[in-house]
């Protein structure tokens, strides 16, 4: 089956060897996106502003391989603070009020830079047509 991939150009992506989404037929994954724009953290030391841009980022993938945020079926939340979740969840519920995917929120110990405070991978389903 063909595969449709979206590279944001990261400077992780060639070197881990992954890219930032992948259709394979109706089916599309979107890798753990954090809130870095070409190696600065966005919106450090606010939990609400990295979930926008990371979800606006994540859009944007989604959108060059034919969904949209609606076509959403599930969101993983990898937090360094469980105790910002309402930050996280009010910036989620901005993009998923309506779409309801599944959603799983866990506590990590960190991520791949210490002002990162969240990462998020994301699975979408297209109609089948």
Same mark, same amino acid.
């Given at each position: 089956?063909?595969? !449709? ?7 992780? &992506?060639?070197?881990?060897? #992954?890219?930032? !989404?992948?259709?394979?037929? @109706? ?6 996106? $954090? !809130? ?5 953290? /966005?919106?450090?030391? @606010?939990? #609400? &502003? ?13 959108? =060059?391989?034919?969904?949209? *945020? ?11 603070? /469980?105790?910002?979740? $309402? =930050? /996280? ?13 599944? !959603?799983? *929120? ?5 991520? /791949? ?7 998020? &991978?994301?699975?979408? =389903?297209?109609?089948?047509?």
């Amino acid at each position: 089956m063909k595969r !449709a991939k979206v590279f944001t150009g990261s400077p992780w &992506e060639p070197l881990v060897g #992954y890219c930032r !989404a992948i259709r394979v037929g @109706n089916r599309i994954e979107v890798a753990g996106t $954090t !809130a870095m724009k070409d190696g600065v953290v /966005i919106g450090v030391d @606010n939990p #609400y &502003e990295q979930t926008r841009y990371i979800l606006q980022t994540v859009e944007k993938a989604l959108q =060059e391989l034919g969904a949209q *945020m609606s076509d959403v079926v599930r969101t993983r939340m990898f937090v360094t603070d /469980i105790s910002k979740w $309402t =930050e /996280i969840g009010k910036a989620h519920g901005e993009f998923f009020q309506h779409v309801q995917p599944v !959603a799983t *929120m866990v506590e990590v110990k960190g991520l /791949i830079d210490p002002l990162l405070m969240i990462e998020i &991978e994301v699975e979408a =389903e297209l109609d089948q047509q």
